[in-house]
């Protein structure tokens, strides 16, 4: 037991509590169980409130300043509204965020390849080559698969939403610096550009009646994609029918954990509360998260007060935006119209309903 700050898991939350616990004078160690710090995986988008995070924590991260987010009709092609955005949205690629974090890691220890298969007794960490640790304080960042949320909460049940997500990328000659939502009955799909505007991130979800699969993502055919898709306008499909390799998620819907906390093991990021993708939140309530504990990582309770309100609100209405996507008939034909309608006057009103989520500065 040597680091005042034991950090299970480097993905976005634990390298983020990371940087965030040491520019609080604390040590720090970060075990992880990949071989390296590479981030697979596509785009994220990241918000003003995630964004606040980073320039808190002096991190510049590369990426496409977001100008709108544009809801399009998928099966015709023709637009709703186009929404403009403020400052601070930015579409990056995930490893490139890794990156930008990894690199202010400066006096952590970081483990690789360790895996931690049980916490036991206060936080005693047990690897799976047998060997065992114990943590003065652990943060849990290890995702919605990891040892922590087990520990932490352990018959908390999963729901299958009843919605799968592709995630691919496609390379394009430009794209314009916005995230489109091609919107249509069932599915959807949100398209944004990477780095220099020629890779095309693009996540598609279709509503299934069940998830079989053992893991919860795996690779996919593409023809799979394709034909969900069939029914979109010709863009659309001309776009997917360049897609090489897709990964397909099973969504799961746990809500936020009943508490974060158990002995001297607290959660942060999806082990806490995974975020469904509909409002991309997820990586930057996972940055919020790291940042909050950071400060208040002796009283764990404190930190759970502070969050739990804001993160079940962003979890609810991401759930609600698949739901009004994926609408048919009568009330898609009167949601589109109501869409195009307050295009025309004010199309930056819809989003006025979100700044409780984009305003808010973790940091002040
Ligand atoms: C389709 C899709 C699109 C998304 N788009 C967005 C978006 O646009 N914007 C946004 O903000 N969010 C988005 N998200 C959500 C976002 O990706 C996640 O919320 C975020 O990555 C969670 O980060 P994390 O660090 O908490 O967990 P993870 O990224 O899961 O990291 C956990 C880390 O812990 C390690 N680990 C796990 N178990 C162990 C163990 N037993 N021992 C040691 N190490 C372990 C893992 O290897 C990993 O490195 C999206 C998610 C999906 C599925």
Redesign the pocket.
């Known amino acids: 037991m040597d680091a005042d700050v034991t950090i ?7 390298l983020a509590a990371a940087v965030a616990c040491t520019r609080a004078s604390r040590s720090v160690e970060v ?4 071989p390296a710090l590479t981030e697979v ?1 596509a ?5 003003p409130n ?1 964004m606040r995070v980073l320039r808190a924590l002096g991190i510049e991260v590369p990426g496409i300043d977001s100008q709108a987010v544009h809801l399009i009709d998928g099966p015709s092609g023709r637009s709703l509204v186009r929404m403009p955005l403020g400052p601070g949205f930015r579409l990056v690629h ?1 490893a490139d965020l890794i990156e930008a974090l990894a690199r202010k890691l400066d006096g952590v220890t970081l483990t690789l390849r ?4 049980q916490i036991e007794g206060d936080a005693d960490l047990v690897f799976d080559d047998g060997t065992r640790r114990s943590a003065r304080r652990l943060i849990g ?7 922590s949320r087990g520990f932490v909460a352990p018959d908390h049940p999963q729901r299958f939403t009843g919605q799968v ?1 592709w ?1 691919a990328l496609v390379p394009v000659d430009g794209w314009p610096p916005e995230a489109q939502v091609h919107v249509g009955p069932g599915r959807h799909m949100v398209l944004y550009p990477l780095r220099d505007g020629r890779l095309l991130n693009i ?1 598609a979800v279709e509503e299934r009646s069940a998830w079989t699969a053992a893991g919860w993502s795996q690779t996919d055919d593409p023809s799979n994609l394709r034909r969900a898709f069939d029914g979109y306008a010709a863009p659309i499909r001309e776009l997917l029918s360049r897609v090489e390799t897709v990964n397909l ?1 099973g ?1 799961m819907d746990h809500g936020a954990l009943p508490r974060w906390t158990r002995g001297a093991c607290t959660l ?4 806490a509360h ?2 469904l ?1 509909f409002l ?7 940055l919020e998260d790291a940042w909050a504990l950071a400060r208040m990582v002796e009283d764990p309770a404190a930190y759970e007060r502070a969050r739990r309100d804001r993160v079940t609100r962003a979890l609810a209405a991401a759930a609600g935006n698949a739901r009004s996507y994926h609408l048919t008939g009568v009330p898609k034909m009167a949601a589109h119209a109501v869409l195009r309608a307050v295009g025309r006057v004010s199309p930056g009103a819809l989003l006025r309903r979100y700044d409780w989520l984009y305003g808010f500065d973790p940091t002040a």
Do not use: S, Y
Not at 31 to 34: F, G, L, R, S, V
Not at 280 to 286: D, E, I, S, T
């Open positions: 299970l898991g480097a993905g976005i939350a634990g075990i992880e169980q990949a995986g785009g994220l988008q990241i918000a995630g995930r360790a895996q931690v298969t960042a290890d995702g919605v698969r990891g040892a997500a995630r996540v998620w969504l942060i990021g999806d082990a995974p975020t993708p991309a939140q997820g990586a930057n309530l996972a």
